[in-house]
């Protein structure tokens, strides 16, 4: 069955990069797209970002300036790189894959991993 | 960008009572609207996408109607397990914006 599960610090100094990891199962990353979603606590949820099965990528502008996102197709990953962390970039990341072939929503869901900005 | 305008922020209602929540995207979204339900700590759950299309088991208590610009998320004779947050997304394009949540509690 198709799993993803993110992977990567809990905690990050402020001015310091963020690095994650999606290992995702049960589908290939050459068919579907997968993305981040962030929601801080007890907040709402952000797209931040994805990664197509072609292999381009598409960046909400508010982060493009600090984001990027890759992949190992070979390792099954799926990879976060975001730069000049602050406070407010504290949240729960998530990594999602789409429906289906060139659908633009959201069906299967990583657990999340939290993400604390703090020195 | 699509702002996506989702009402009420929090609502409270009863067992066995319907409620609607209703989402206002900023321009035409052609129907590519997509509603989700979250627990706390848990993912968001996928409920309904295309705006009418219920996702494979998801209780027909749940329906979706809406076209251009304006959305609505119907749940009929709520159940214990439907108290949560829900969240609409555009659909159509990037970047995917979301409504900022409606939070459904137990009055």
């Known amino acids: 069955q198709v799993q993803l599960k993110e992977s990567g610090p809990g905690l990050v100094q402020p001015s310091q990069t963020l690095s994650l990891t999606c290992t995702v199962s049960?589908?290939?990353?050459?068919?579907?797209?997968v993305h981040w979603v962030r929601q801080p606590p007890g907040k709402g949820l952000e797209w931040m970002g994805g990664i197509w099965g072609d292999g381009s990528t598409d960046y909400n502008s508010a982060l493009k300036s600090r984001l990027s996102i890759s992949r190992d197709t070979s390792k099954s990953q799926v990879f976060l790189k975001m730069n000049s962390l602050q406070t407010d970039d504290t949240a729960i990341y998530f990594c999602?894959?789409?429906?289906?072939?060139?659908?633009?929503?959201?069906?299967?869901w990583g657990q999340g991993t939290l993400v604390t900005v703090s020195s | 960008d699509i702002q996506m305008t989702q009402s009420p922020t929090s609502l409270a209602a009863s067992v066995g009572e319907s409620v609607t929540i209703t989402c206002l995207a900023s321009?035409?979204?052609?129907?590519?609207l997509v509603w989700y339900q979250q627990k706390p700590g848990k993912s968001p759950q996928l409920l309904i996408y295309g705006a009418t299309i219920l996702e494979d088991g998801i209780p027909s208590r749940f329906s979706g109607s809406g076209s251009d610009t304006q959305y609505s998320l119907k749940i009929n004779s709520l159940q214990p397990e439907d108290f949560a947050s829900y969240y609409c997304?555009?659909?159509?394009?990037?970047?995917?914006?979301f409504g900022a949540g409606t939070k459904l509690e137990l009055k």
């Open positions: 997304q555009n659909g159509l394009s990037t970047p995917y914006t």
């Open positions: 999602t894959r789409d429906y289906g072939y060139k659908t633009n929503w959201f069906a299967y």
């Open positions: 049960g589908f290939s990353l050459t068919s579907n797209s």
């Open positions: 321009e035409d979204i052609y129907g590519s």
